[in-house]
């Protein structure tokens, strides 16, 4: 394509940035890539989210067409981002249409007669569609009379294997460099690792672009990672202390886990609301309609949501369930603070995370050297989730950017203690092989720290591990110390776990190194109680702890905890275990024995006889 036709390109970009878009200068790397995309040339933009990165194709667009050009086709993976982004070209002035199946059969004649009258500056449209013979034949025809400007394939790691988000009509996208040679391409992701760059440029044949790289680092971002503990209680507790009012997104991994977070907020005053691929159509864009037009809504999602959202005031963004790997990770907590003011990433996590994500890669029917790619990603992520050093650099330091401590994640702020674990991860690893070898087959997580910490359960018994030399060698570790030490064996591969419904432990080879010392497991030290009690200070206790003492007041969160983990292991909401004002009236009463329980509102004979030893158990919790 000739480019004698432009006029003074960077002249000319900056009265269309400033005229039709409102900036009077351009962000970072934006200018260069404009120029060389005006130009006629190819390239490769990484630019975190937020950046400003649909202006890199959109001003192209108007200033070749301006100069005899033609039309821009943009590659769009999504229906809605398709219809945002038209919105907000028809809100700045520019002519822009989409081809997707909320058309009719008479919209879409339209916009292929605009098409062809050259009255279209940019028209989105997704990898399926432009695949077609149809379009393409639509496309020789422009190509043939010299309209066809420029090619912009937006969410570029859509096309890696390797990238979170693989869609393989991405990969047909060749077709426009083979067919309309000349037509100069841009591809743009807010993520890609190396890896994932590489596969990008061999994919979509982009050995000749330039290649622009811009920092991944997004400064007003806070990244805090927690031990999940009780998931839904430490969100709850995250919003109402942090932003209330303020609008966020809030990531699970399945549709039900969504609309159960969902309803819980909104039980709580929250304006919340589900969003997956399983509600109707009508129903996920009504959702998304009021995230995006309403302030303070809560959006719970799963990864279905977000991509190309370009809500600017979105002051957090939670994660429930562990994303696959870092790239999902940055994508998703990007969303956040778009407008460059403070926002938050929080996430909690915990061993079921790590066995949940080991599993899906296991399983999968994927090839092993697929399968080794994605461990790797994974063991990235644990690691970030896992570090007791700035979580900003890791995070940049994975995308090959170099960085100093931030001073504004949770670890910097906070620094969190480092115990050695390497003695309590040889004893679980020795006990997960006496038990099998007693019993011929293995068990899961629950019954492995039973043994190790000694406790007489009912399952012990029957199984006569009690008699196991292992048998209570690891009384002097915490249940929350020991599932760390878990976590960290399966992150590493020195533990693993098999079966859908028991999901028991394995020992592997990577076992044989820790077993004999060659390896140290060194973790942060769980957030405990002392921590509980710190962030509960900056919060009103409720209601029904009101009147506490400080004393009381301990046994009363020590109490909401352990009944947390109750209600979960019995799958039953909170207050069927024991109501607050039932909880903060045993706090009061500082129970030393059964008797003291008795009469106690709330605490009924059953109720006495299945929890009041626990009770009194964590009632003598004392804070250090």
């Known amino acids: 394509m000739p480019t004698s036709a432009l006029l003074n390109p960077p002249t000319h970009i900056l009265s269309v940035l400033s005229e039709v878009f409102g900036y009077e200068s351009f962000r970072g790397p934006q200018q260069a890539i404009i120029e ?7 390239a490769l933009v990484l630019m975190p989210t937020g950046g400003g990165k649909s202006l890199c194709y959109q001003i192209p667009a108007i200033a070749r067409q301006s100069a005899g050009h033609g039309i821009t086709i943009v590659v769009s993976p999504l229906i809605a981002l398709m219809h945002d982004q038209v919105g907000a070209l028809h809100e700045a002035g520019v002519s822009a249409a989409f081809l997707n199946s909320t058309l009719s059969p008479e919209e879409t004649q339209t916009i292929e007669q605009r098409l062809r009258r050259g009255e279209v500056t940019l028209l989105y449209a997704a990898p399926e569609r432009i695949n077609t013979p149809r379009f393409l034949g639509q496309l020789d025809a422009l190509y043939a009379q010299g309209s066809l400007s420029l090619f912009a394939i937006d969410e570029a790691h859509c096309v890696s294997q390797w990238g979170h988000d693989f869609r393989p009509e991405y990969r047909s996208l060749t077709v426009l460099h083979e067919r309309f040679p000349g037509v100069p391409r841009v591809a743009l992701t807010a993520t890609a690792d190396a890896l994932t760059r590489a596969d990008i440029i061999e994919r979509l044949q982009l050995e000749d672009a330039r290649l622009f790289i811009s920092s991944f680092d997004r400064p007003n971002i806070r990244y805090t990672i927690v031990e999940k503990k009780d998931a839904s209680a430490q969100l709850l507790r995250f919003i109402e202390r942090e932003h209330e009012g303020e609008a966020g997104v809030v990531y699970c991994q399945s549709r ?6 969902a309803e819980m907020l909104a039980q709580t005053g929250i304006d919340a609301l589900p969003y997956h691929a399983g509600l109707d159509s009508s129903i996920r864009q009504k959702h998304q309609d009021r995230f995006l037009r309403d302030e303070g809504v809560v959006m719970v999602a799963t990864i279905a949501f977000g991509m190309g959202i370009d809500k600017p005031d979105v002051r957090f963004v939670a994660h429930l369930d562990m994303p696959k790997n870092i790239e999902g990770y940055y994508q998703e907590t990007g969303r956040a603070g778009r407008d460059g003011l403070r926002a938050n990433a929080w996430m909690a996590y915990g061993l079921q995370d790590v066995v949940n994500q080991r599993r899906m890669i296991d399983e999968s029917p994927a090839e092993e050297n697929f399968k080794q790619v994605m461990r790797g990603k994974l063991d990235a992520l644990l690691a970030l989730a896992e570090a007791t050093d700035c979580r900003r650099v890791r995070l940049l330091s994975y995308f090959d950017e170099a960085s100093e ?10 620094p969190p203690a480092v115990w050695d ?10 006990t997960v092989f006496r038990a099998e070898q007693h019993s011929g087959f293995s068990f899961g997580s629950g019954h492995i720290m039973d043994i190790v910490r000694g406790k007489a359960t009912e399952k012990v018994s029957q199984y006569g591990h009690a008699k196991l030399s292992t048998f209570g060698i690891g009384a002097n570790f915490s249940e929350v110390q020991l599932r760390g030490v878990l976590r ?5 591969g020195a533990l693993n776990v098999q079966g859908q419904v028991f999901n028991t432990l394995q020992l592997t080879e990577g076992s044989r190194a820790v077993l004999r010392g060659e390896v140290s497991v060194l973790l942060r030290e769980s957030v405990s109680q ?5 962030s509960r200070k900056a919060q009103a206790p409720g209601p ?3 009147n506490l003492s400080q004393e009381a007041l301990v046994r009363y969160i020590n109490l909401k905890a352990w009944r947390a983990e109750v209600a979960k292991e019995h799958n039953l909401p909170a207050y069927v275990i024991f109501h607050d004002a039932t909880l903060a009236l045993i ?3 500082e129970p030393q024995n059964l008797d003291d329980l008795n009469g106690i509102s709330g605490i009924g004979a059953k109720k006495l006889e299945a929890y009041g030893q626990e009770v009194l158990q964590v009632c003598r919790v004392q804070l250090k």
């Open 36 to 42: 060389h995309v005006t130009s006629g040339h190819d």
């Open 256 to 261: 039900k886990r969504v609309e159960e977070v």
């Open 530 to 534: 002392k921590a509980e009690k710190r």
């Open 488 to 492: 960290q064996l399966i992150a590493m």
């Open 587 to 589: 706090a009061s009463a």
């Open 421 to 430: 674990g390497t003695d309590a991860a040889r004893k679980l690893l020795s």
């Open 544 to 546: 029904a702890a009101a």
């Open 405 to 414: 401590p931030c001073g504004n994640c949770d670890n910097c702020l906070n």
